[in-house]
C-alpha cells in the first residue's frame, strides 16, 4: 500500500472495537487505521496523556516523542510521530510488526526527506562496517559517537581540534581551557560559533584595556609592566598604614592620648596569657608599629609581627623601586607614593571581566593577530553545511524506535489491548511480585508512597507498596503490587519477598505500607467467623494475661492473711450456699431451654434442615459477601495510574475474573505425585477421647437431662426424670409456679374411689 493510495477520509474508513474492563476499545489491526488515527474521536481514547518515565518502554523512544521536552506524552504529540512514521514508510503496515529492524526496502523513497533517510540509513551501515547490510536497527543507531567516530564534520556547528591544523589547532585548545568545551556527536570535546565569538570579544576587550594603561603609562603604569603586582602589594598595606600615620597625628595632637593609641597593658596580658601565632587576629588589630608623635614609619625592625611579611613585600615592589632603600618612610613620603598609583586605581575600576587574561597579553594580542577568528568561522560554517544529513541521522534513529516501539504504546494509550488481552505485559506494569504463595503482575512503579496512596485508594484494590532493592547493584525502587485473588491474612507491613521485573531480574521486595480492599468472595465468606475467633482469642489472652500479673498480689495477699488469721478461723468452712446452686440451676436451665427452642426449630425442618442451614450460613456471611460484591464489582485501573501521572480517559474496570488473572496462586501441576501424609500432624489419641469423656459427654447427658433433646425431638430418646417431673407438676394460674401432688393441699385431692359393693352378676 503506498502512501498516496493510503489516504484516508474521515467518512471512508471504518473503525473496529472490542470491549474489555467495562468500555470499548478501539482496535489497530492495519496501516490504515493508524493512518485515519487523528479522526478518532479523543472521548474514545483510553488515555489523553502518560509521563515518559516509569513505563516498561525504551526512555529514549518516548523523549523523541514528547516534542516540547516537559516530561509527558499527550495526544498531539501521539498523532505527530504516529503521521510521521507513516509517511517515510511504503506501507505503515510495517510498524504493527514491531521490530527491532527495518527493511531498508521499507523506507519511502518517494519523498525528498524519504531518500535523505535512506541516504543516511546506508551511510550509517557504512561506517559500522555493514555496506551490505539490508536492514537497519536500534543498535546501530544507538550510539551517535560509533557512527561519527572516524568523521571531522558532522552537522552539529561544532568542530574539535582534529578539524583544524597548525595555529588554529592550538587557538582551539586555547578556548577551550578558557571557556570549556562542548560535546561533539563524536564525542569529542570542541567549540561552537557562540564559543568563537565569545572568545574573541574578550580577547579584544582585554587588549583594548591594556591599550589605554599604554598610551598613559607614565601615569597609570609607573612601574611598568610590575605595576599590577606593585598595586596589589600596596593594596594589602594601605589601610593599615593611613592607620599608623593618622594615631602618629593625633599623638602629636595630645599627648593624652599616647597610651589609649598603643593599646592598653590589659589587652597585652590577654593574649600573652594563651597560645597564639604572629598572624592571629589580636595581634593583627594592633598597630602597625608603635605609635609616637610624627613619627616616621619603620620597614624593618619595630613593625607588628603580623604585619611583618606585607610590608616586607610592598617595600620591595614599592617602596625600593619608587624611592630606593629605605629603613623608614615619613607621612610626606607615604603621601607621594599614594599619589603615583591614583590613575591606576582608576583604570583598574575599569578592567573587563574575561576568561582569557590567564593566558597573559601577549598570547591574547598574538592570537588576534593571527586571523584565526575567520579560519575558525570557516571551519564551522564547513560542519554546519552537513547538518541536514546529519539530522537525517537523527531521524534514521527516530524511525527505528518508532518501528519497534510505536505500536505498543498505541496499545497502551489509545487502547488498553495488552492489559487486557493477557498476551502480554502492559507498559505500565514494572513485573511480577512473589509473595505469600501467589503471583501479582499488576505490579506499578511509584515515587511517593503517600502521594500515590492518597488517589490510588479509590481504586478500590488491595494495594502493597513494596521497597525492592537489587543488591547487586545496590538499585532501588519502589512498587505498588495489587493483590486481587486470595485473602490478607498473612499480608502484613514488614512480610518479604521477591520481585521480577521484566528483564527477568529479580529484586528483594519488602512491604512497607498497605491499602485493605477486599481481595476476593472467599476472604468475605470467611471473614465473619476469623473475626469471632480473634475475638476470643483477644479475649482468652487478655483474661490470661490480668491473671498471670494478678496471681503474685493473690498469692502475697493469701500469705499475709495466714500469718494474721487465728487457727479457729482458718479451720472454719464455709457453709453450702444453696442460693448460688439454685441460680446456677436456673441458669443452666435457661440455655438449654434456648438451645432446646434452636433444635426443636431446626430438626422441625425435617427435609429442610439442609436448607435451614445454608440460610444460617447465608446469615452470618451474606453481608460480609455482598459488601465485597459491590466492592470487587467497582474495581478501576483508572485512580492506580492516574496516581503515577496518567490521565486515564475511560473506567478501565478489574472484575472478578480478570482479577483472578493478574494474581495468581499456588497450584499443583497436572500429573503430579503429592504424598498428602503429614508426618508431623497432630495426631488424635487418649487426650481427645478423654476431652469428649470429661466435657462432651456430660454436655450432651445435661442437655438430654433438662429436656433439650425432648423439644427438639419428642419420642427419640427416654424422658428424663426433671422431665417427667416437670410434666407432672401442675401449673398454678395464680402463683405462676409448678405445683406437685406432694405439696397440694388435701381438700383439692381427688376423692379415694368407693369399694364395689356388689358383685356382678
Known sequence: MDNADSAVRPADHIWKFFRAGGFCQVRLDSGRDLLALDQLDQKLWAALSCPTQGLELDVRTLELIDADKDGRIRVPEILAATKWACELLKNP?????????????????????????????RHILDNLGKKQAVEIGVEDTTSTERIFAQTIFNGDGIITEDAAEGDTRAVIADIITCLGAETDRSGKGGVSQAKVNQFFAESQAFSDWWTTAEQKAADILPLGQDTLAAADALAAVKAKIDDFFARCRLAAFDARALVALNRQESEYLAIAAKDFTITAAEVAGFPLARVEASRALPLIKGVNPAWADAIALWRDKVVRPLLGEKDEITEQEWSTISARFVDLSGWLALKPKTMVEHLGLARVREILAGGHREKLTELIARDQAL???????????????????????????????????????????????????RACELCIRVLDVGKHAALAHLSGMYLAYCDVVRKATSETMTIAAAFTAGDSDNLMVGRNGVFYDRKGQDWDATIVRIVDNPISFQQAFWAPYKRVIRWVEDQVAKHAAAADASTPNQMTAAATLAGSTPPAQVATKSKFD???????????????????????????????????????????????????????????????????????????????????????????????????????????????????????????????????????????????????????????????????????PAATLPAASAPATGSAR
Not at 387 to 415: G, H, T, W
Not at 602 to 618: D, Q
Not at 639 to 668: C, M, Q, Y
Open 93 to 121: 503496515d510495517v510498524l504493527l510488526h514491531a521490530s527491532p529492524l527495518l527493511p531498508l526496502a521499507a523506507i519511502n523513497d518517494q519523498t525528498e526527506e524519504g531518500q535523505r533517510v535512506l541516504h543516511s540509513a
Open 387 to 437: 547538518e541536514p544529513e546529519a539530522s537525517a541521522i537523527a531521524a534514521v534513529d527516530k524511525l527505528v524506535r518508532l518501528n519497534r516501539d510505536l505500536y505498543q504504546l498505541l496499545n497502551n494509550f489509545v487502547a488498553f489491548r495488552d492489559f487486557y488481552g493477557r498476551r502480554d505485559l502492559a507498559a505500565f506494569q514494572a513485573g511480577t511480585l512473589y509473595l505469600d504463595q
Open 578 to 744: 444453696v442460693g448460688v446452686v439454685a441460680a446456677l440451676g436456673v441458669a443452666v436451665g435457661g440455655l438449654t431451654a434456648a438451645l432446646g427452642v434452636v433444635l426443636q426449630a431446626f430438626f422441625g425442618l425435617r427435609l429442610w434442615m439442609p436448607a435451614g442451614l445454608l440460610a444460617l450460613v447465608l446469615l452470618i456471611s451474606g453481608p460480609s459477601m455482598l459488601i465485597a460484591y459491590l466492592k470487587l464489582r467497582q474495581r478501576n485501573l483508572g485512580p492506580l495510574l492516574d496516581a503515577t501521572g496518567w490521565a486515564v480517559n475511560s473506567k478501565a474496570k478489574i472484575n472478578i475474573p480478570f482479577g483472578r488473572s493478574l494474581t495468581t496462586t499456588a497450584k499443583l501441576p497436572l500429573g503430579a505425585i503429592a504424598d498428602l501424609v503429614d508426618p508431623f500432624v497432630i495426631k488424635r489419641h487418649w487426650k481427645g477421647k478423654a476431652f469428649a469423656a470429661v466435657v462432651v459427654i456430660p454436655l450432651l447427658l445435661s442437655l438430654w437431662f433438662f429436656g433439650a433433646f425432648e423439644r427438639a425431638m419428642p419420642g427419640f430418646l427416654p424422658q428424663s426424670w426433671w422431665v417427667r417431673h416437670r410434666q407432672m407438676a401442675p401449673k398454678d394460674p395464680a402463683a405462676g409456679q409448678m405445683t406437685t401432688a406432694a405439696t397440694m
